[in-house]
């Protein structure tokens, strides 16, 4: 959210928990009452409510029984940050295969039961997506479609859609030739088909340590060998661990996500998008950038990705309207570089194409919709659902508990004490009906073993705090 777009009530909740943050309003001291509030600093009785609304939201203060609001205990105390990996793991990354497929699919399976506590899912609520003016959209473009789109917007895509994308890529700083986009089923079918463009089966594959489980899949399924490089949790890739592995490892291709990296969270800098930038090009190694959360920035200004550096083609840009609008629509797309070519032959090849009908009613969503207006609201609601499982997990989690603090998206990663086996964990959380996304599933050598990346992409709730409570008592047993 911009700071021109943030309301009233959005700055008078800042400059509270600020007062918090550096201990002028003590864990347990009750905060100004509204009239006093509002006499004070000049703003109407509505809008102290709504800001004590927010931060009641935010798990930093709590209402008590006629007597008004209080800081919550632990809202002075948050969790600390994970250490970088770097500093405790190897520095010479390791080749290897990769088989984790059963472990990913037995975590997905727990997923299915709906009365689950969805901390493991990778989606955030539907219910916070416009699906019902989505329904519109597609009702009226397909009506509106004329009869030879059916047909010739299988190959190149909805031109539409494509030119609302190009143009999303213009407004964020990006200059992106139109010919470069192909529409995909979803950035899976783009991140594969970018992999397959540029590897063959033995080749070596630079990959995040921790991963989003799928890149482990794919790596598995095309029997690539992965190159794991440690990710800083908030810096993102170790460049000099990635530069040493570039050395001395014929590497064909490097599959990153610079910005709200899955699993943990982590932004590159816009300096450090750049440096890797120029260290894969002084190898001429492409580049996968995956980037599906781009939208779910939570700051001012959309995060840069590497591709915005790109001179030659050497970035595959892959992106999806999966996170940020319509699951299950089916639609993503890559801005393929030099290989976009090879990429579409891929495409024509396998699938052909995404559903004409579901790339028409997104075009249609762009145009007529509102999709900034929607994202705007997107992004607050994951904000506000993460300040509250944060607060959370400070109430519940042993005081030793590591967590992120992502700029965006919806998912937390939490290191536990050593001694905390997250597989262990995730059995025994599922068995009181909480889903959790336990740290090996994002490894191929099985790493981060008393990790876990919760979801805080659900509307916060009693049953939210009543399942990380439980949670707690689980730790509590390691
Ligand atoms: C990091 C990452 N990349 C790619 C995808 C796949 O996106 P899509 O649903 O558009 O295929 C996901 C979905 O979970 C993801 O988390």
Not at 31 to 52: I, K, L, M, N
Not at 91 to 117: C, H, I, M, Y
Not at 293 to 322: I, N, W
Request: with cysteine.
């Amino acid at each position: 959210m911009t700071l021109s777009t943030m309301k009233r009530y959005e700055k008078f909740a800042d400059e509270i928990a600020e007062s918090i943050r550096n201990g002028v309003l003590a864990p347990g001291e009750r905060v100004p009452s509204v009239r006093h509030a509002s006499r004070t600093y000049g703003v109407s009785p509505s809008t102290v409510f709504q800001a004590y609304y927010l931060l009641e939201d935010r798990g930093l203060i709590q209402a008590r029984a006629r007597s008004g609001y209080f800081v919550r205990e632990h809202a002075k105390h948050p969790l600390h940050e994970p250490e970088s990996p770097v500093e405790r793991g190897p520095r010479q990354a390791q080749t290897t295969e990769v088989d984790v497929s059963e472990l990913v699919f037995s975590v997905l399976g727990s997923l299915k039961n709906p009365a689950t506590v969805p901390f493991g899912s990778a989606f955030p609520s539907p219910y916070l997506f416009p699906l019902a003016r989505l329904a519109r959209s597609m009702a009226q473009s397909v009506r509106d479609m004329p009869p030879q789109a059916v047909i010739a917007d299988m190959t190149a895509g909805n031109p539409d859609l494509r030119r609302q994308i190009a143009l999303r890529y213009m407004v964020a700083g990006v200059r992106l030739p139109m010919d470069e986009l192909v529409i995909t089923n979803g950035a899976m079918e783009a991140l594969n088909l970018c992999l397959q463009s540029v590897t063959r089966p033995g080749d070596l594959v630079a990959i995040e340590a921790p991963a989003f489980y799928a890149t482990l899949q794919v790596l598995e399924r095309l029997k690539l060998k992965a190159v794991e490089i440690p990710v800083h949790p908030r810096e993102g890739i170790d460049l000099e661990s990635l530069a040493d592995s570039l050395q001395r490892l014929p590497i064909k291709a490097c599959w990153f996500m610079s910005s709200l990296q899955n699993p943990l969270g982590a932004s590159m800098s816009e300096d450090k998008k750049r440096a890797l930038y120029e260290l894969l090009h002084g190898h001429q190694v492409p580049l996968i950038e995956d980037d599906v959360y781009a939208e779910l920035y939570y700051g001012t200004q959309p995060p840069k990705p590497v591709k915005s550096f790109d001179r030659d083609g050497l970035v595959m840009h892959c992106g999806s309207f999966s996170k940020s609008l319509a699951p299950g629509y089916r639609v993503g797309w890559v801005a393929g570089g030099r290989y976009a070519e090879q990429i579409s032959r891929l495409k024509l090849m396998t699938t052909i194409s995404p559903s004409v009908p579901a790339q028409a009613a997104i075009a249609d969503y762009l145009q007529h919709g509102g999709y900034d207006r929607h994202l705007r609201k997107l992004r607050h609601a994951l904000e506000m659902q993460q300040g509250a499982m944060l607060a959370s997990a400070a109430r519940h989690f042993p005081a030793s508990t590591r967590v992120t603090r992502p700029t965006g998206g919806y998912f937390l990663w939490f290191e536990f004490p050593e001694r905390v086996d997250s597989l262990q964990l995730f059995q025994l959380a599922l068995a009181q009906g909480i889903s959790l996304a336990p740290g090996p599933i994002f490894s191929a050598t099985r790493r981060f073993g008393n990790c876990a990346r919760l979801n805080h992409g659900h509307p916060w709730d009693a049953g939210s705090e009543r399942a990380m409570e439980t949670l707690g008592l689980i730790l509590a047993t390691f």
